[in-house]
């Protein structure tokens, strides 16, 4: 690659890519979601300009390489739409909104602060925080987010602590009880991805199901507490197939396949019903699938469940990527069922982020790209809902959960 100016000063970019933070299970183990951050190198002397001049060759050179299309991997695929169309920027919702699901993302009280500031830029009036904990890291977070008042809500999970012993399941309720009296307002965020409930602090539940008898007692206690569920079953349907050239999402389904070689290990349809017969024995108690309860390549599932149900409903939290590829469909959805869907994001506390969401919901743009919050190849479009299924979305349903 030829330089167009090479006797002028030169400066030389290093970009440095971080992981997204899509998922709490990224939450455990990865660092948090950055932005792209670039730093800048500027020459120091006349005596530093061959070198410099050296370096960028070099590194010419090799960006040539890496973008030869016979080289390129799938994961460094990064397109740009090319397109002249409507391009909208949404900073702020239409309406006032509760984020029905995030989690205890910030590090310090500093970065929990400006979190507040970022919901009230953005519109968002209320944040429930689902802390997956119970005992004393229950306790030291809700402590944390109280001296907010109204801003959050904080739920807590279930202590799977001696599950295989007898009399698990009524101290596991007096530990419900006893968060429940500390401040929690729901439980969750559950979560299975096959092998049992292990989204729970400090102790894992594998080898439960949210249908297993034991869970019942925990169950019913929910509902005379009205304390409702968000539970994770499944993932995404891309993760369960072949990692091969036609899976349509493997650049994201390779980093989160499922390994279907694990004993004892179920299968996405038999966790759906594993939540159907959960919604289905419990009819007082309130029910949030996450993520459309992970049925985004047939949407007809979560819709037969609503059907069947009125104690179901869903939020839309960390799933806008795999669902803007599909905007016809998508809004015919959310007007079909728009007393059922709730508003969430699981996906950190940027502005950007929660602009993005609104992009997706509110407005009809098309083709466009965002690889700093998901991380599939194809790109995303607007649904351009209504006003009256904006309000629901964002805040009226939620409420009628909040306040069951």
């Excluded at 994961?75 to 169309?85: G, L, T, V």
């Amino acid at each position: 690659m030829a330089l167009d100016h090479p006797l002028e000063p030169i400066e030389v970019y290093r970009q440095e890519v971080t992981v997204n933070d899509e998922e709490h299970e990224r939450y455990f183990n990865e660092p948090e979601q950055s932005q792209l951050k670039y730093r800048k190198y500027n020459p120091l002397s006349l005596m530093n300009k061959n070198l410099l001049l050296l370096l960028a060759c070099i590194l010419a050179v090799e960006t040539t390489f890496a973008q030869n299309p016979e080289q390129l991997l799938l994961k460094d695929y990064r397109p740009k739409s090319i397109y002249k169309i409507p391009i909208t920027t949404v900073p702020k919702a239409k309406y006032p909104a509760i984020d029905l699901h995030s989690h205890p993302y910030p590090k310090s009280e500093a970065e929990l602060t400006q979190w507040v500031k970022t919901m009230d830029q953005v519109g968002v009036e209320k944040t429930v925080v689902l802390s997956y904990s119970t005992g004393a890291r229950f306790d030291s977070i809700q402590k944390q987010y109280s001296k907010y008042g109204n801003r959050f809500e904080v739920w807590c999970g279930f202590d799977f602590t001696g599950k295989d012993k007898p009399g698990w399941s009524k101290k596991a309720v007096k530990e419900l009880e006893r968060c429940f009296k500390a401040g929690a307002r729901g439980v969750g965020e559950l979560g299975d991805k096959g092998l049992g409930e292990f989204y729970s602090l400090p102790t894992p539940g594998y080898g439960l199901h949210i249908d297993d008898p034991r869970m019942k007692p925990l169950l019913q206690k929910c509902a005379e507490l009205k304390m409702p569920i968000s539970i994770h079953v499944a993932e995404p349907y891309w993760m369960y197939e072949p990692m091969d050239s036609t899976n349509d999402g493997l650049m994201n389904a390779y980093q989160w396949k499922i390994d279907k070689t694990k004993p004892g290990l179920l299968g996405h349809a038999a966790l759906i019903k594993t939540l159907e017969n959960a919604v289905r024995d419990n009819p007082k108690t309130t029910f949030v699938a996450c993520h459309y309860a992970n049925t985004e390549y047939d949407l007809s599932i979560l819709g037969t469940l609503f059907d069947k149900y009125p104690n179901l409903y869903a939020d839309i939290a960390a799933r806008f990527g795999e669902v803007a590829p599909i905007p016809r469909y998508m809004s015919a959805f959310f007007k079909k069922y728009q007393d059922r869907l709730v508003y969430g994001t699981d996906m950190g506390t940027s502005p950007k982020m929660y602009a993005t969401t609104f992009r997706i919901l509110e407005t009809l743009d098309e083709h466009f790209y965002d690889f700093d919050q998901f991380g599939y190849h194809w790109y995303l479009n607007g649904f351009g809902l209504d006003d009256a299924t904006l309000r629901k979305v964002y805040r009226d349903n939620a409420l009628k959960i909040l306040m069951k």
